[in-house]
């Protein structure tokens, strides 16, 4: 990555932004708990006040008219993320503030001697999710040390230098450039330039509103630009350490450079940026569906929740559902299919926006001409491939993230639940590119009769995240959720990247999160003993709820009171 490809003239303010953080990067790091946090309350007060004009830019990037099927979840992708990062830092500091680390809502010890720390929920308000996450330490960690591997950036007494971070900012997502920036402010203690998308570009007025005050101040700088732009920046001298969120690409880009001298850079493990690099790369988002007495409800509902998993943001997600590995021989396998189809064909359709989706489906049916092919009016038919061979070593949709509206199965032999597990595990591990974050669906009635091997499948899982009867992605949106890529990969084979983010109980050590869901809906899962207050998940796009119940939760998390409740269960009964 070089910086010849910027010109004189877009170099001079560039420099002057990282010049204004270096001037401002040691007062950062000495600044009071206190005053920290008012910054917080700002942005937080900010949001609220450009929560709609945020929506409306975001349903334009998205091509989503207001008021239509697909016009209520991007509260969750938009304010409502930011909002619960922003409370949930509030909360982190003003414990620190009264002298004493944030508290996670319960630790144990695991049979294998692992800490884990149940981060969700954490209060009432918080079980009307239904979801629960906990994080599971390294080894080393136990439950009397984990409080002395918190918050440690808030424990050295006089921090006498600061450092300046470059953050490269999603082009799905503006929420997640805003959210990296507070996690280098908060967690890092760096002062940081946010470089934002192109293709995010009309949300740049509500970013820079909602900075403004740690920009007025020389602790945040805010610029738009293409991939020169960042080069320019990670390259820059007066910058100590880099973020990005995107793909392996970028990331072997930044980190070793472009053409043959990257790549030889590449394969000897020898780096050209030498700076701290920590990235979120995505990857390929399995879904591990495990045999067992699922009746017809119990398709429909699962159904559901993958089409949801494939669909969220038109699949321009980091961790879409793209690989189903199904059990084969199993009867109900190929019923969970069609059902799968049946419910994208009932969907309202909508189009893709962000770039290079055409290529990807273009490339993906000329290797699989029996693909399936919905709604082909779109730009880009949402696209079905049945019957994988789960033996390809060369198979595309193993090797890389298709990020669209694309949805793939393969098939492993079923001897019985247990070892199906078992080679289910060993071949995403093995054959799937990416770390970041899997799923497993299973009945209860066969996750108590393989209780021991279900355990170890989650503890033998690589990955940063494990969903069990629960999309991964949920935990992005819970702050307290460590964030990330598998720990361990090398940078020059990086998988879903290095380092974790949001983290707001700010553990230093976490290994994976795992969240937790009933495998039945509202309607039956009380009569299995599970808990279960929503009638469909937050994220689905089945039974998607509307703005009315998205601006309502937004406030909730901004405001978190039983006040907002009632408002919330109507909207959410009313499908509004």
């Known amino acids: 990555m070089g910086q010849a490809s910027v010109t004189p003239a877009r170099t001079a303010p560039l420099d002057r932004c990282v010049a204004d953080l270096v001037a401002g990067k040691d007062r950062w790091a000495r600044l ?6 008012g910054y917080l309350e700002a942005v937080r007060r900010r949001t609220l006040g450009v929560m709609d004009d945020w929506l409306a830019g975001a349903r334009d990037i998205a091509g989503v008219p207001a008021g239509s099927h697909w016009s209520g979840p991007e509260w969750g992708a938009g304010p409502w993320f930011l909002l619960l990062a922003v409370v949930a830092l509030q909360d982190t500091l003003a414990a620190l503030e009264r002298g004493r680390p944030p508290t996670p809502a319960d630790v144990w010890t695991r049979p294998d001697g692992r800490t884990v720390a149940r981060v969700f929920p954490a209060s009432g308000l918080d079980r009307l999710m239904s979801t629960s996450a906990e994080v599971w330490m390294q080894p080393g960690v136990t439950v009397a040390s984990l409080p ?33 920036v507070l996690h280098q402010l908060y967690l890092e203690g ?8 192109p293709v995010q570009a009309p949300l740049d007025d509500v970013v820079a509103h909602i900075l403004a005050p740690l920009v007025e101040d020389g602790y945040v700088r805010v610029t738009a630009g293409g991939g020169e732009v960042g080069a320019y920046l990670v390259d820059h001298p007066g910058v100590d350490a880099v973020h990005l969120t995107g793909g392996r690409a970028t990331h072997d880009a930044i980190v070793f450079g472009i053409g043959a001298e990257g790549a030889r850079r590449k394969a000897a493990n020898r780096p050209r940026l030498t700076k701290p ?36 943001n038109a699949g321009h997600t980091c961790i879409s559902a793209q690989v189903l590995v199904l059990p084969a021989g199993w009867p109900t396998s190929q019923v969970l299919l069609d059902e799968i189809e049946h419910q994208m064909r009932r969907l309202p359709p909508r189009d893709v926006f962000y770039p290079g989706s055409g290529d990807r489906h273009r490339q993906l049916v000329e290797r699989h001409p029996s693909a399936i092919e919905l709604h082909r009016d779109l730009q880009v038919p949402w696209t079905l491939v049945w019957g994988l061979d789960a033996g390809a070593e060369d198979e595309v949709c193993f090797t890389e993230e298709l990020f669209g509206p694309f949805l793939t199965a393969t098939t492993l032999p079923a001897y019985s639940p247990a070892s199906y597990l078992q080679a289910a595990v060993d071949f995403v591990d093995t054959r799937l590119a990416g770390t970041l974050a899997a799923c497993v669906l299973i009945h209860p009635v066969t996750a108590r009769r393989v209780a021991p091997e279900l355990d170890r499948s989650v503890e033998r899982l690589r990955y940063g995240t494990v969903g069990v009867n629960e999309w991964p992605g949920v935990a992005s949106f819970f702050p307290a959720c460590p964030w990330g890529g598998a720990p361990g990969a090398p940078l020059n084979d990086i998988q879903s990247g290095r380092g974790f983010v949001h983290n707001t109980l700010m553990f230093a050590r976490p290994h994976k999160t795992v969240a937790r869901n009933s495998f039945h809906p ?3 899962a009380w009569r299995h003993r599970q808990w279960q207050t929503l009638p469909h998940p937050l994220y689905s796009v089945t039974h998607p709820y509307g703005d009315e119940t998205g601006r309502r939760y937004t406030r909730l998390a901004a405001e978190p009171s039983w006040r907002h409740v009632p408002g919330i269960l109507a909207a959410s009964a009313r499908g509004r």
């Open 148 to 180: 002395e591997t918190m918050a440690t950036p808030y424990r050295q007494a006089s921090p006498e230098e600061g450092e300046v971070a470059a953050v490269l900012g999603a082009g799905n997502l503006t929420v997640a450039g805003l959210s990296d």
């Open 190 to 197: 760096r002062v940081a330039v946010l470089k934002t998308s």
């Open 522 to 524: 509202m309607s039956r």
């Open 32 to 37: 009071p708990i206190a005053e920290k946090a």
């Open 277 to 312: 690099v920590t990235s979120e790369l995505g990857g390929v988002g399995p879904v591990i569906v495990v045999p067992g007495p699922w009746t017809r409800r119990d398709v429909t509902t699962q159904a559901e929740k993958i089409v949801s998993m494939a669909l969220y």
